[in-house]
């Protein structure tokens, strides 16, 4: 009799979507749900307009949300792979020190000798172009180390300035300017399951790391990483929120990217660890919303094709992979000094 009822209470037990989070912007189908209930992952493109390219891939995963935090604390280990070149978490409060691995490859330092405003192959604002241009002359012996050098304090520059007041320095690479906090604004407002549910966070995002709420965890990392054929160096912030409220997710990492050097206007990623059924697997679901300046022009719409057709087919992989990773066990102990780089450059 006993076994009846237990079965009927499963029977008449609402069903709980653990992707409801992200509804009205993501709707899981009923075969992508059959693949992942066969522990495959899912990747679909998000509609997105203008500049802005979207995609959201998930996976089951038996992991909590406190490895998935210990993970994410431990960033140059949660990326490490071939693509990074790469990787740092700044210190707190940031110092050039930090900076010390960063180096700029040889095509890159030749763009910064024929960079000015409107036709530049960096994203920088005018006033970094010259500041880079003042000791980038080839008349100079040291010109390429001293290039470096001043590159790594305008990185340093940007950080301080977004610690101190939130402030995102403009993009002055093509015309007209673009400024990426607006453009990130954008991204936030266009994610209406983060304003929904958690509004303050959402709100937050917007702002420097010094006055997000109560709760929150903050930090900056720079990494220099192998994209489209070219190595990219960006800036991120990571914002690790917990929560036990049902329909939230029990852990929620949000990276927002204060800088890069090519491609990338704005961009925010979330990571989610999505409580499962009980006594069935949790899922891991990532989302991304990015502005690229790629998406503009005669073969935009082709662009755009391409791009969402090769995120989709690399997000599943990806995730898979991040799976393997954080299922293997907690991550290394945090050494004394946290230094990666790799051979190439």
Not at 239 to 245: E, G
């Amino acid at each position: 009799m006993l076994g009846v009822l237990v079965a009927l209470q499963l029977l008449t037990a609402p069903v709980v979507d653990p992707f409801a989070f992200f509804s009205p912007t993501v709707v899981i189908a009923r075969g992508d749900r059959q693949r992942l209930d066969g522990g495959q992952p899912i990747a679909q493109v998000i509609p997105g307009t203008g500049l802005e390219v979207a995609i959201f891939a998930a996976v089951p995963v038996n992991i909590d949300g406190d490895r998935l935090v210990a993970w994410m604390r431990r960033i140059e280990e949660l990326k490490r792979s071939t693509y990074v070149l790469a990787i740092r978490r700044f210190s707190n409060p940031p110092r050039l020190d930090d900076l010390a691995d960063l180096t700029l490859d040889d095509r890159e330092l030749s763009a910064i000798q024929a960079c000015r405003p409107a036709h530049c192959g960096l994203k920088l604002s005018a006033a970094e172009m010259a500041a880079l241009q003042r000791v980038a002359s080839p008349t100079r012996a040291d010109w390429k180390a001293a290039t470096e050098q001043r590159f790594r304090e305008i990185v340093l520059a940007r950080v301080d300035a977004y610690l101190a007041d939130g402030r995102i320095g403009a993009y002055d690479d093509r015309a007209p300017a673009i400024r990426p906090a607006e453009e990130f604004a954008r991204l936030v407002d266009h994610s209406p399951f983060l304003t929904t549910h958690l509004p303050d966070f959402a709100a937050s995002l917007r702002r420097a790391s010094a006055q997000r709420p109560p709760g929150v965890e903050v930090f900056l990392y720079w990494s220099k990483e192998h994209l489209a054929n070219r190595p990219i160096v960006s800036v991120t912030e990571v914002n690790i929120i917990r929560s036990k409220t049902p329909g939230v997710p029990e852990a929620l990492v949000a990276g927002k990217e204060i800088f890069s050097t090519h491609y990338v206007n704005a961009s925010l990623s979330l990571t989610a660890l999505l409580p499962g059924a009980a006594g069935g697997p949790n899922y891991l679901a990532y989302v991304n919303r990015s502005s690229v300046d790629m998406l503009s022009g005669p073969f935009a719409g082709l662009i755009r094709w391409v791009l969402q057709r090769r995120l989709r087919a690399e997000a599943a992989n990806v995730l898979l992979g991040l799976q393997k990773r954080l299922e293997r066990g907690d991550p290394p102990p945090q050494p004394a000094v946290v230094r990666f780089q790799s051979n190439l450059r």
